[in-house]
């Protein structure tokens, strides 16, 4: 049984008046904002453009893959994350954002696109710039709605003092999270497809979305990570918070390590397996050409081999500390991974395009999730106060309290 001491600790649990954090977010957006308008009106406009657009797939998929694992939760039936839920569904309040900011990636259609003026006759129909924002646009809508609709029921339960109220919106909520799915999959698959794999058009993998939506819930469940150690050290969830759910986190991140580059190592195969040498050259000019050769093993040291060791050793996976610097590692990882996917199809220069103007952006994009997320943790409880299942999880840990004090 839950005692009302531990119940109003659960309510006082947030981040608190921090006007420091929102003043340092914009800030940083003020100053990845002036990198790229600084960029887009400068020589190499189309640099400032892919910077952009690196970052809006790689924070969509932050993003919806965040939530992501709020719907798994529900899915499933999992006790043992419900203290992360509210985590997890404060990262996915970026999603409206995203939709306008893919809207504005229009205005770079000409210095990313360039099949623009001379698509491939066989794909002509699909390769129309303004079809490709309207399905793009139209998928991106429907996928935000289901996931404010998953949030709205979560908090709604929570705000409620009606128990029927309650029990419709967990019941809402069982209903959402499969169709948010389904949404997540496809959405992502489409985006994969239209906003990176296009830019080099000759070129096309049928596994291409899978990877793409894959990778995105990994980098989802890194950010949870980091996330989740400045709610424990700054927000007040250190109550909450037991080795099971660090210990959890960390077998999905050796999971979906494993998944991600699986379907890495999947793309060669199959071209070596299938002697496919017309497709080889999208893998060869990101792996074996300047100025992209040394990004290759960063990559797959970064994103697989790395995480794949440390995660292993079970002790490592409850430690906050080693978590997080993994985790920053991994999304720094994805993120190289996306300029690789994008920039050698619209960048020619010599050098590497990776410089302060690519940092001040990323930056930026940065700081506008996280402050979609503080926002949101502002107004809302950061746990998930009514949920009966983390309900029951601070029962069980209530008990063991007990247990621990009076052997």
Request: with cysteine; glycine share 8%.
């Amino acid at each position: 049984m839950i005692t009302p001491e531990l119940m109003e600790k659960m309510r006082a649990a947030g981040p608190g008046k921090r006007p420091g954090w929102i003043v340092a977010c914009v800030l940083l957006i003020l100053a990845g904002a002036a990198a790229f308008l600084f960029g887009m009106f400068g020589n190499h406009p189309e640099r400032a453009w892919q910077a952009y657009l690196i970052n809006l797939v790689f924070w969509i998929g932050v993003s919806s893959g965040g939530l992501m694992f709020s719907a798994v939760l529900t899915m499933t039936d999992a006790r043992w994350g419900r203290p992360l839920k509210r985590l997890a569904e404060a990262l996915g309040i970026f999603l409206p954002v995203a939709c306008l900011l893919l809207g504005a990636l229009y205005w770079g259609r000409y210095h990313l696109f360039h099949w623009i003026h001379n698509p491939p006759p066989e794909k002509a129909s699909w390769l129309n710039v303004d079809f490709l924002f309207m399905r793009d646009g139209a998928v991106m809508i429907l996928l935000t709605a289901a996931a404010l609709a998953i949030v709205h029921q979560s908090i709604r339960t929570d705000l409620s003092g009606k128990a029927d109220v309650e029990i419709a919106s967990v019941r809402a909520q069982k209903i959402l999270a499969p169709v948010y799915g389904i949404l997540y999959a496809f959405g992502l698959t489409l985006l994969a497809f239209d906003l990176i794999m296009s830019l080099d058009p000759h070129w096309y993998s049928t596994l291409f979305g899978a990877f793409y939506f894959m990778g995105s819930f990994y980098t989802g469940l890194a950010a949870l990570v980091v996330l989740l150690a400045v709610g424990v050290r700054s927000m007040g969830m250190a109550t909450f918070v037991r080795p099971v759910q660090h210990l959890g986190l960390g077998r999905l991140l050796l999971g979906f390590c494993m998944i991600t580059g699986d379907f890495f190592f999947t793309h060669i195969l199959i071209m070596w397996y299938g002697n496919l040498p017309e497709e080889t050259h999208y893998i060869l000019a990101r792996l074996r050409e300047s100025p992209w050769l040394p990004l290759g093993p960063v990559v797959l040291v970064s994103c697989y081999a790395v995480p794949f060791g440390v995660l292993l050793v079970r002790r490592v996976k409850m430690m906050a500390v080693p978590m997080v610097l993994l985790s920053i590692v991994i999304l720094a990882g994805i993120w190289l991974e996306r300029m690789m996917l994008i920039a050698p199809a619209t960048w020619n220069g010599e050098a590497l395009p990776l410089g302060i103007q690519e940092v001040m952006i990323t930056a930026g994009f940065g700081a506008v999730v996280f402050l979609c997320v503080l926002l949101f943790l502002y107004r809302y409880p950061i746990l998930p106060l009514k949920d009966p299942m983390f309900l029951e999880v601070m029962a069980e840990f209530e008990e063991q309290t007990r247990a621990d004090a009076h052997p």
